[in-house]
């Protein structure tokens, strides 16, 4: 049976869109928050405030990793870039255990053992 016929292809197919998805609203928002912080964005304006209160829950665990750096303003954030980071590492460990569930057929896996076995 090929693998590309298998019944769980579909779904592990759609389940790797979602969390890649998923992924990049949240990489965009932190990023927006990176960028208004940066920029002196005053806190109270509508739109930074959003983005501050939307983003919070997902920096607040590394608030205490690193200190901000203040100059004038601008706040270089980087807990927002290490969140970035772990939500990327987590994402692709997401979709690579997804990947790993997919049904292979025994050809198939004969011959990605082998390309194994030569990069080793």
């Known amino acids: 049976m090929n693998s590309y016929n298998s019944p769980t292809t579909k779904s592990l197919f759609k389940g790797t869109q979602v969390v890649w998805y998923l992924l990049w609203i949240l990489e965009v928002l932190l990023a927006l928050r990176f960028i208004l912080k940066l920029m002196g964005a005053n806190p109270d304006a509508v739109f930074s405030n959003f983005i501050y209160v939307a983003t919070w829950p997902f920096t607040a665990p590394f608030f205490a990793v690193f200190s901000r750096t203040t100059v004038q303003g601008s706040i270089f954030e ?5 969140a970035m980071l772990i939500y990327w590492l987590a994402a692709t460990g997401i979709v690579r255990l997804l990947v790993i569930s997919k049904t292979v057929s025994t050809p198939e896996a004969a011959e990605k053992l082998d390309k194994e076995e030569k990069h080793n």
């Open 78 to 82: 980087w807990t927002t870039l290490l």
